[in-house]
């Protein structure tokens, strides 16, 4: 999708998948957008931490920091900052954020939720330790509950499209004309993405592209062309990092063919 709210599918777009850690990436600008792109550096962090996505040892060798919201401790740790006054604020807040850059309602699957939500310690255990280090916003196992719910949330490549679409369009949804995030902003969430996005062949992959993505095991692929486009991706065959096989092809087949890598402008 452009920014201009053009849109090119292909495949059955509309199938859905769970969306799973392509969610931290709309959390974590929702803190952004309410405390700010130093906030973000400074209590979470930007950095890439050279280990699994769910490693307990980063948080001790970065000094009690999870640093980078697309982690899991970090991810935790933004859920935890988004400003509420309980859990059910918290969570209405973040879903209506995903849904503002969606552009419409998204749905909820409660499968994957119960089954998430019952198999979350190790989770629950880095919660936890960041809130030894005083690095949480809130009660460390309403933070861990609410960020399984946020990655429960279904989304589809249309959905996807649209939502990469709203950041390639400096934070406003082409299809609501809604700001969802301040302008300035975005090139920060951008980086982020950039640096961290693919767990650990984010590397490999800005290499290829030089384009900001995010990936799910839910089999989402979600990539941004700053100006250009929103590419969204399911697929859900995964390789050994966790990123979707054929998300990755069909989006670098893109940005590769329109000769969009923003690297090379």
């Known amino acids: 999708m452009t920014p201009e709210g053009k849109v090119y599918e292909i495949g059955d777009t509309k199938a859905e998948v769970s969306i799973q850690s392509i969610s931290k990436v709309f959390t974590a600008a929702k803190v952004m957008q309410e405390k700010g792109a130093k906030f973000m550096q400074e209590k979470i962090g930007v950095n890439a931490t050279g280990l699994p996505f769910n490693s307990i040892m980063a948080i001790e060798m970065h000094g009690g920091s999870a640093s980078n919201p697309f982690v899991n401790a970090g991810a935790i740790q933004s859920t935890s900052w988004v400003s509420a006054k309980d859990s059910k604020e918290r969570w209405a807040k973040i879903k209506q954020n995903m849904d503002d850059f969606a552009g419409k309602k998204l749905n909820f699957n409660q499968e994957v939720y119960h089954s998430e939500v019952n198999d979350n310690k190790r989770n629950q255990a880095i ?27 279904n989304i589809s490549s249309h959905d996807l499209g649209v939502m990469g679409a709203t950041l390639a369009n400096h934070g406003v ?11 300035a902003l975005v090139p920060k969430l951008l980086a982020i993405m950039a640096t961290a996005g693919l767990y650990d062949n984010a590397g490999d992959w800005l290499y290829m592209t030089g384009a900001p993505a995010k990936s799910g095991v839910g089999g989402g692929i979600l990539a941004i062309v700053p100006g250009k486009l ?36």
Do not use: F, H, W
């Not at 936890?128 to 309403?142: C, I, Q, T």
């Not at 949804?173 to 302008?183: E, F, H, R, Y």
């Not at 399911?234 to 940005?255: C, E, H, M």
């Open 127 to 153: 919660a936890k330790l960041l809130d030894a280090y005083g690095r949480m916003g809130s009660d460390p196992l309403e933070a861990t509950t609410v960020y399984t719910k946020q990655c429960s949330v």
């Open 230 to 265: 929103g590419i969204g991706v399911v697929s859900p065959s995964l390789d050994t990092y966790g990123n979707s096989v054929r998300g990755q092809k069909a989006a670098a087949y893109i940005i590769d063919k329109l000769g969009l890598n923003p690297l090379a402008q």
């Open 173 to 183: 949804n082409p299809i609501t004309g809604k700001k969802v995030l301040d302008k």
